[in-house]
């Protein structure tokens, strides 16, 4: 089985790439910006690579604040493989559960993502055979949440990594969203927390090449 995971270097992709890794029977190709793929520069790139090499299962884990790129993955895959039997596992967010703010660019693309795959869901398999599916984390166990407190309460990210790879296996029924959301403290935690992963994210995006 072949599979490709965008994002595959960090956080949720890496957790991905490294537990499937310890089964036997997949061949792996990771697009990430640590060995020449920027889906913020070029997502078409990653798009054409993925349906020439064949995948059977697509991992879209990658975002970009520059653009709508995880979006535009797994809509293109999708229509491109309407007629054969593939799978595509989208990292979504609870953004969209919660009511964060849809002005913000990540919110209002996970958003979107969670929309794609619940419309998705009723074309299968009748007008598009492949399997569209997304898991909307609350945070997660990664290097964004470095440095917060009471990491504990948030999701560890093998777990996280686990309930991806769980969405591979065929069923008769689709899990177009799923929510996995963390346990909440108080309303002022939560601010602290999203201003910290604010600050992470940008010294992420600052010291990448």
Same mark, same amino acid.
């Given at each position: 089985? /072949?599979?490709?995971?965008?994002? &595959?270097?960090?956080?949720?992709?890496?957790? =991905?790439?490294? $537990?499937?890794?310890?089964?036997?029977?997949?061949?792996?190709?990771?697009?990430?910006?640590?060995?020449?793929?920027?889906?913020? =520069?070029?997502?078409? $790139?990653?798009?054409?690579?993925?349906?020439?090499?064949? @995948?059977?299962?697509?991992?879209?884990? @990658?975002?970009?604040?520059?653009?709508? #790129?995880?979006?535009?993955?797994? /809509?293109? !895959?999708?229509? @491109?493989?309407?007629?054969?039997?593939?799978?595509?596992?989208?990292?979504?967010?609870?953004?969209?559960?919660?009511? &964060?703010?849809?002005?913000?660019?990540? #919110?209002?693309?996970? *958003?979107?993502?969670?929309?794609? &795959?619940?419309? @998705?869901? !009723?074309?299968?398999?009748?007008?598009? /055979?492949?399997?569209?599916?997304?898991?909307?984390?609350?945070?997660?166990?990664?290097? *964004?949440?470095?440095?917060?407190?009471?990491?504990?309460?948030?999701?560890?990210? $093998?777990? #996280?990594?686990?309930?991806?790879?769980?969405?591979?296996?065929?069923?008769?029924?689709?899990? #177009?969203?799923?929510?996995?959301? &963390?346990?909440?403290?108080?309303?002022?935690?939560?601010?602290?927390?999203?201003?910290?992963?604010?600050?992470? =994210?940008?010294?992420?995006?600052?010291?990448?090449?």
């Amino acid at each position: 089985m /072949k599979i490709a995971i965008t994002g &595959h270097s960090r956080g949720i992709g890496k957790a =991905v790439y490294e $537990k499937l890794q310890e089964r036997e029977g997949y061949e792996f190709r990771g697009y990430s910006r640590s060995n020449g793929y920027d889906i913020g =520069v070029n997502y078409q $790139k990653v798009i054409d690579e993925i349906i020439e090499w064949d @995948a059977d299962v697509v991992f879209n884990n @990658a975002w970009s604040w520059q653009n709508n #790129a995880q979006n535009l993955i797994v /809509k293109q !895959l999708h229509e @491109a493989w309407a007629d054969v039997e593939k799978v595509i596992i989208s990292t979504g967010s609870s953004s969209g559960y919660y009511g &964060h703010n849809p002005s913000e660019s990540y #919110a209002s693309n996970k *958003i979107e993502l969670m929309n794609y &795959h619940v419309k @998705a869901s !009723l074309d299968w398999p009748t007008r598009n /055979k492949t399997r569209c599916q997304s898991i909307s984390f609350g945070y997660v166990q990664t290097s *964004i949440l470095e440095d917060t407190e009471d990491a504990k309460n948030y999701i560890p990210v $093998k777990d #996280a990594a686990e309930l991806m790879i769980n969405l591979i296996e065929p069923r008769n029924y689709i899990i #177009a969203d799923q929510l996995v959301t &963390h346990r909440y403290t108080d309303w002022d935690q939560h601010d602290r927390l999203r201003s910290k992963i604010n600050e992470n =994210v940008l010294k992420y995006w600052i010291n990448q090449p």
